[in-house]
Every structure is written in C-alpha cells, then in structure tokens.
C-alpha cells in the first residue's frame, strides 16, 4: 500500500542500523500481568496470553512491539512479569517473534532488574546502590555489593544474547520510571562511596558498564536503547537537565535510540499519565532530546491520533511515536491511519481504569474487550450471524450501543430506540466533570459504527409494551440503564436544604447552591468527582465518606490528582464517616469506628453519591414471553463502563 501523503512521516519506514521499521508506530513497554504464576520458582512465564497480546497490535499495523521483561528471578516486581532469561519461555519467546514477524513488524525485548520498586507487598529482597527505599513504599533496601552487581550484569547479557538467538530485534534497557539503573544515575538514591557513586560519572558507571557488557555478547549492529526518565517529577529528585545529562552520557557510550519517559513510583502520575495530563504533554522533553543527542529518538505522553502523531514528526521532535494505551484501546490504529479510515480510530481517553485499574492484575481497557482476550474477542474473531434476526435494541447508552455495533457488525437487522435526544446515556453526565471530558470518545466511536452500518437511532421515543409489540422484533435487548437511589436517611423530609442525587445535580446545576456537602458512599467519580465539579462552580465544599480516602474505587493516579485539587481548592475531607441523619439545617454524622457523632451546619446543598437500581421493568415485562429476551448494561446490575461494554460485546456475538 502506498503511504498517504497526509501521513508521510508516519507511516514512512525508519532505518536504525541494519534494521527497518516499516512506520512510525513503536508499541511501548509495559507489565501486562499476563504472565503465569504457579507457584515457588513456576512464575514469570512468558503465556499463550502474553503472546497474543503483542501480536494482536502487529496484526493492526504497528512497526514494532516492546515486550518488558524481569532479568533477576531474584528480585522481581511481580511474579506475573515475564522473566528475560527463563528455558521455559523458550518456545513463546520464539513464536511471539515469529508470529510479529510475519506482519512485518519488529520484536524489541525490554530488560529491566526491579530495584528498589515494586508490585507486592510484601515484596521479594529490594536492591539498590544505597541501602533506601523509595518514598513511595515503606520496604526498605539491600546496599548492593560488587559480587551481586556482576552477577546482575550478567542476567543481563544473558536475556538480551538470548532473545537475539531466538530472533527479536533489539534490545532496550530501562533507566526510566522503576528498576535498578535508574537508581545507580539518581544523585538521590545513589549515595555509594566507592567508584559507583559520588560523581556523575561515577553513577554512570554501573549502567554504562552493562550496555558495554551486552554490545560484546550481542554485536555490533544489533540496536541497543534505553527506555529514559528524562524527568522524575519528585521534590527530591533529577528534572529535565540532568535527564539531557545522562542522555549525552548514553550516546556517547554506544546507546543506538533514547525512548522518552518521565516520572517514578513516587510520582507514579506522571509515568502512566492520566487525562488530567494532556494530550502529548511530553512532547517538549522529545523535542529536547532532539536538541542535545544525535540518535533516534521515540515521543511518548498521551499520544493517542495519528494527526498529532504526524504533527511531532513532522515538526522534527521525534523519530518514533510511542503509543501504549492507544494500541490497547484500538490495535488497528496503524492499519486505519494507512487506509484513510480515520474515523473508526477508537482513542484512548487517559481514564487508567482498566489498564491500570485499581486491583492491577492484568491489563484490560475499558473501550477494548480484546485486550486480554485477544484469544476470544480480538481481531478477526467476530463471526458473521449463521441466521440474521430483527433486533430491537432499547437504549442508547453504552452497553445498547456496543450490542448494536456488535450485532449489525454480524449482520443483523438493527434498530436502537431512545427514550432522549442524544445517546450517550449516563457518560453524558459523567463527561461534564472536570478532566473527564474526553469520555465523549465511548459514545463517539459507537455513533460512528452505527452510521457507517446503516443502524437507525429513533431518538425522543420512550418505549413501551405496546411499541415492543407492534415492532414485533425477533431479539429484544433491553438497556434502560438505572436510577440513582437516595437512602431514607432519618429526618431527610424536614431537611432544611436542597438533598438530591448527583445525576440530579449535574442535569440541574442551577440547583447547586453555594455550600455543599457531597457524600462519597460510593468510592468512584460520582462522589471525587461531583465534589470537583462543585469546586468549579466556586462553591464551598465539604466532602464526607465513610472510606479512609475520597474515591477509594478510582486509580491510584487519577485518585491522588482528584484529591490534590480538592484539598489546594480549599475543600474540607471528612473521612471515616456517615451520614447518621438530617436534623433541621444540621447534617449528623457518625464516625463508623467509633460511633461518635459531629454536627455541619450552614449547608445550602447535600449531593448523595450511592448506589443505583436497575430499571428493568420493560426486560420483566417481556422475559419468558417472547424466544429471546435480553438485558444489558446497568439494566443488569449498576457498574462501570468497562463492565457495560464487555458483557454487551458478549451477549452481542450470541444473538
């Protein structure tokens, strides 16, 4: 195919050595919690399900994919990241490279050694240069000795000597937002004595001494990189000039390509950097590594379009665009962009919700059911309907568009009916919140498929029994959403202010007075989130939950920047409470430990953030009366996005 000329940097290939990328599209490193744990010394392996993750984004066009490992079994982040030098990936490791291949793309191994951060707690033995621990975490660290350092070294050479016999391409290492080598050039962590600290080059030793290690095991055109935090982004730590330091350093000691990072587990916002961040925000610290090294150079930081993306190129700031996110949400980024197709690209809106979530076991992406389930819901797994039926799809929320999109997609004969004049369902309320604006992109991208598909939306018609039968359809699928519910709190009909629900408040924001309480007895957006969205408005706000934090349900990044904004905008946080009851002008709470009660008054608003009931009536109406009946969405049970869209692909690819 010939590259589009609206896109001739992008998906132009690029030379490094001896070898080629056919585009500008890199596939970023990162812990996917895909590899298997079994138990003492059967973990770390590299699984079915890790291959066919990588390989899902060289089939959507990607040039390349970084596939992040562990080299000390000694010292892992998690047992479910993948060991480098391991016989038993053997066999995977060698299929993900052939199988990539096979799509003209290169597999780039990503070698890392834990350090001083980690994913367990407790954690395996932590190493350092000096014997600290991180400030993020409280384990503390062993102080390295220059027998252990070898033997790191060695894990090193080993994977990456290895993983070129079994056919990868290159070989990156990390000095970026965790691991050990970071360490070693940090003037804060780094406070050794002997010839491995003290002075800059001093600290460059340790990492310059293993980059040499690897070039005489591997050659000298096999590309090595470095995967570098350009800026920590810590009150303690290196920021931008030092970062240019240390990247001179590296090229003067044979690195072939910088890929650009930010950020540590201190600052753990900035290395996975949500929507609060915007789009391409790290492009300067790119740009400024053009302007100080002379070797390629990948962007990375929210880059989720191809436009933006050929717009850092073109303007000389980078040679290579790292997408991570971007290539979960929508694999075939790459394939749309070279067919002109660009808008069926799904973007990733920077919620972290399901790619880092907040249990982080695996990587999921609320938008995207394939990732993780490659196997079963990836790219060319949807199968055309062996018999095509009338489909009456009832609501255009998320969870009744996706089974829309994925039910016309197999051939069936779609209609969705809703009730308002615009789809979206509660993502519309949810999208008004500050930073959150981006959850436009759900409902945007589903839009699209049904006017591509030719599926009617019958918009201001509330459906009922009666329209049901006259349409006579073959599958119902019922996603009428839910209702916010109120708790019949003790003195609530005599309150003497305005109590209401949040959707409430944010379909009626005239109704929000000047000093509000918000109750967070949810632990997700509704509470944070309207609480912020009140801030906006200049009212004064007093936030109470009964969790130990506002927003205990949200992702560790988006949670600390939400409640960042709530204390320096002046909100009072009462954590480990309830509302006990409503007397007069007076809201009781009680503190759910101890029982304790405390008065607020000189409220004008209290928004409740709870729970919700399913609106099902029309789904009771017609169950075990017509063949087949179905639900979707909060019509089953209220949950999140994430949840709604992947049972709604499910039950999609059933009718």
Known sequence: METRNDFKHLLSPFTMGKVTFKNRFVFLPHHTGYALDEGYLENGLFSDRNVRHYVERAKGGAAAVTVSQN??????????YVLGFEPRNKDNFKRLADEVHEYGCKAITQLNQGGHTTLMNPPQLLVAPTQMNEPYC?????????????????????????????????????????????TFVSPFFNRREDEYGGSFENRMRYPLEVIAAIREAVGPDYPIGIRLCVDEFTWYGYS????????????????????????????????????????????????????????????????????????????????????????????QTPNKTM???LDDI????????GCVGVDGIYVECIQNPGVSREKRLGIGTLEEAKEKKRVMVVGAGV????????????????????????????????????YRNELEEVYR?????????????????????????????????????SSPLIPDFKGLKTAEMAVMDVRTALKNVEKIGNNVLVYDDIGFWQGGGVADYCQALNAQVTVVTPSASVGVDIESGQAYLLNKRLYENGARIITNHAIARFDGGDVVLENVYNHEEMRLGGLDTVLIAGQSRSVNGLYKAFKGKRPEVYSAGDCVAPRAIEQAILEAEVLARRI
């Open 71 to 80: 080299v000390d079994p000694n010292s892992q982040m998690s047992f479910k």
């Open 346 to 353: 799904r973007h990733c809106i920077g919620c972290n919700e």
């Open 240 to 331: 931008l000039e030092y970062g240019m330091k240390i990247a001179k350093a590296l090229e003067k000691g044979g690195v072939d390509y910088l890929s650009t990072d930010a950020g540590t587990f201190s600052s753990w916002y900035m290395q996975i950097p949500p929507s609060p961040l915007p789009l391409g925000w790290a492009i300067y610290e790119s740009a400024e590594l053009k302007k100080n090294v002379d070797i390629p150079i990948t962007a990375f930081g929210r880059i989720n379009d191809p436009v933006q993306a050929e717009t850092i190129l073109a303007e000389g700031n980078a040679d290579l665009i790292g997408m991570c996110r971007q290539l979960l949400c929508d694999p």
């Open 399 to 434: 969870a009744g568009l996706k089974v829309a999109e994925i039910a016309a997609k197999r051939g069936h004969n779609v209609q969705v009916y809703e009730k308002d004049s615009v789809v979206g369902g509660q993502v519309r309320l949810a999208e008004k919140l500050p």
């Open 138 to 182: 409280h384990f503390n660290t062993k102080e390295l000795e220059k027998e252990d350092m070898e033997l790191i070294k060695e894990y090193y050479v080993n994977s990456a000597a290895w993983q070129k016999e079994l056919g990868w391409d290159a070989v990156e290492l990390k000095i970026a937002h965790d691991g050990l080598l970071r």
């Open 339 to 341: 067919e002109g197709r």
């Open 445 to 481: 991208y589903m839009k699209i498929q049904l006017q591509e598909l030719g599926v009617p939306v019958h918009y201001n018609t509330e459906v009922d029994e009666a329209l049901v039968m006259q349409e006579d359809p073959e599958v119902l699928v019922v996603a009428t959403g």
